[in-house]
């Protein structure tokens, strides 16, 4: 499929709100042309990503700090053995992080960040069927990751905050994950604030999309932000029109895992968020997600599986 038309890029690129309502009609439809697509990603390290099927990328913080798991898996045993158990549960991607970008967060170094990670990272490397994400906005570190056996940069930036590292991204030939944030992590959720939301989001998206390629960074995923600078109707806005962002012809990552959104619509503490986070991303497969971002592995596993046999099981 060719490029979108003109006149309704350009909503992206800033529109008026009376055409909004045409500019959505138009981008449900393009998206709905990529829902049955297939990408195949080439990793470093000789690995490849066959996206054909809703994909669960387990969350591994290696951090003090992290909003639900922060300092349950701070050493490197026990943040490899969790790898390994979410690995059994049946992820397809392990998204290693070293600094938590909770809401408040502030920055660590990158001696840090990669004392956290590097030797989880080394270790999973190890394994023949692991394929490592590490969650990062420095190029250092980035570089570091790939260096040691990552194989894909999720950056929650969409290179922003460090651009250098579309650079190493291109230098590995690793694809990177390009999320919106509006802000930074210590400031993002003081006041979230858009014109028109999807529209705004896609302008942002589209701009990294465009930087990282012209860095060489042409293997992409998508990211909206669920919580980055986002109000509860914010996140579930973006969970309704989802498949919107079919638009841009890229894989769509989701993370809602145990998120604040859900607590605030559930009123559920974070170890009470499980049913919130399964359903929110059940809406997020119906409109397209291409990738889960979660905590709980096993109970998402299910889902999907169950949600396979639905549509493919036909009475005799």
Not at 248 to 254: A, C, D, I, R, S
Not at 264 to 278: F, H, K, N, Q
Request: glycine fraction near 8%; charge should be neutral; proline fraction near 5%.
């Amino acid at each position: 499929m060719g490029n979108p038309p003109a006149k309704y890029l350009s909503q992206i690129a800033g529109s008026l709100p009376e055409t909004a309502d045409l500019f959505r009609k138009e981008i449900t439809q393009l998206a709905t042309d990529f829902e049955k697509k297939k990408w195949e990603f080439t990793l470093p390290h000789g690995k490849t990503l066959m996206i054909d099927r809703p994909l669960i990328m387990g969350i591994l913080n290696v951090t003090p700090d992290s909003f639900s798991d922060g300092g349950q898996h701070n050493s490197g045993e026990t943040a490899y053995r969790r790898a390994r158990q979410m690995l059994d549960e049946g992820a397809d991607i392990i998204d290693i992080g070293g600094e938590s970008t909770r809401p408040g967060a502030g920055a660590v170094s990158v001696a840090d960040e990669w004392q956290r990670i590097g030797p989880v990272i080394q270790q999973l490397a190890k394994l023949p069927g692991c394929i490592i994400s590490v969650d990062t906005y420095k190029s250092d570190v980035a570089k570091r990751a790939l260096e040691n056996g990552a194989h894909i940069i999720n950056d929650i930036s969409g290179a922003r905050f460090d651009p250098a590292i579309a650079d190493v991204a291109a230098a590995f030939n690793a694809p990177m994950a390009l999320m919106h944030i509006q802000g930074e992590p210590r400031t993002m959720q003081q006041q979230p604030n858009y014109h028109l939301l999807m529209e705004d989001i896609c302008r942002e998206l589209k701009k990294s999309c465009e930087f990282v390629r012209s860095r060489g960074v042409m293997q992409i995923l998508l990211d909206p932000g669920i919580g980055f600078g986002k109000t509860v109707e914010h996140n579930l806005e973006i969970l309704r029109r989802l498949r919107e962002f079919g638009i841009f012809g890229h894989p769509v990552l989701l993370g809602t895992s145990r998120k604040s959104f859900i607590g605030r619509v559930l009123d559920a503490p974070v170890e009470d968020r499980l049913t919130g986070t399964i359903i929110s991303n059940v809406v997020g497969i119906n409109n397209n997600a291409a990738v889960l971002r979660v905590h709980d592995v096993h109970q998402h596993r299910h889902a999907l599986q169950l949600i396979h046999e639905i549509k493919i099981r036909k009475c005799p």
